[in-house]
């Protein structure tokens, strides 16, 4: 294999194998935090209005 192709690919072949289970561990709870979406801020209106589509659903069931 050239020299350059070789420097090019990096260490790929071995980089997760040599993971810490601490590490992995962190990169879990990284992932998971970067997936969480905020909860939107509702006025008092937008409150009622699902208010009254819950209670809507729940009497009609």
Same mark, same amino acid.
């Given at each position: =294999? &050239?020299?350059?192709? @070789? #420097?090019?690919?990096?260490? *790929? #072949?071995? +980089?997760? &194998?040599? =993971?810490?289970? $601490? %590490? !992995?561990?962190?990169? @879990? *709870?990284? *992932?998971? $935090? /970067? &997936? *969480? !979406?905020? +909860?939107? =801020? #509702?006025? /008092? +209106?937008?409150?009622?209005?699902?208010? #009254? !589509?819950?209670?809507? &659903?729940?009497?009609? %069931?």
């Amino acid at each position: =294999m &050239s020299e350059a192709i @070789h #420097l090019r690919r990096g260490n *790929k #072949l071995w +980089q997760t &194998s040599f =993971m810490l289970p $601490e %590490h !992995v561990e962190e990169l @879990h *709870k990284l *992932k998971y $935090e /970067e &997936s *969480k !979406v905020p +909860q939107p =801020m #509702l006025d /008092e +209106q937008e409150l009622y209005e699902l208010g #009254l !589509v819950a209670h809507d &659903s729940l009497s009609t %069931h």
